[in-house]
Structure formats: structure tokens, C-alpha cells
């Protein structure tokens, strides 16, 4: 990449109409937040993870046995 590398990432973020950071999504952010806002993020944190474990639960299991193995 030549030095003017912020022209060129300029241009090919207009050429594809990227209008958003994917890397935002990857870690939670690095602000300063209340007590009561990351209490709150830990108490939905742990929902979904509960409704994660949940599902994972309740899912059919496929075993050697399952018909779906059996010879035709």
C-alpha cells in the first residue's frame, strides 16, 4: 500500500458502500458506563447465555442410531 494508504481506504470503502465498522460488533466497548449500566449489561449478558444453554438443551441429538445413519 503507497503512504497515501487513507486515500486509498477512503476509495474503496465509497467504491463498496461500507457504512459501518464490522470490528464495532466484535468486543463490547471500552467506555466509561455506570454501575447500574453494567450490572445491567451482565444481567442481559447472562439471559441470553441462559436461552443459549437452553436451546442447546432441547436440540435433537443425532447418534450412530438415528435413522438417518441406517443403511438403505
Excluded: K, W
Excluded at 464490522?22 to 467506555?31: L, W
Amino acid at each position: 500500500m503507497s503512504r497515501n494508504y487513507e486515500a486509498e481506504i477512503a476509495a474503496f470503502v465509497r467504491f463498496r458502500g461500507i457504512t459501518r465498522c464490522p470490528t464495532a460488533y466484535v468486543a463490547p466497548a471500552q467506555g466509561v458506563s455506570s454501575e447500574a449500566d453494567r450490572v445491567a449489561l451482565r444481567r442481559r449478558a447472562n439471559e441470553f447465555e441462559m436461552a443459549r444453554e437452553e436451546r442447546v438443551r432441547h436440540r435433537p441429538r443425532l447418534s450412530s442410531r438415528s435413522p438417518q445413519f441406517a443403511a438403505n
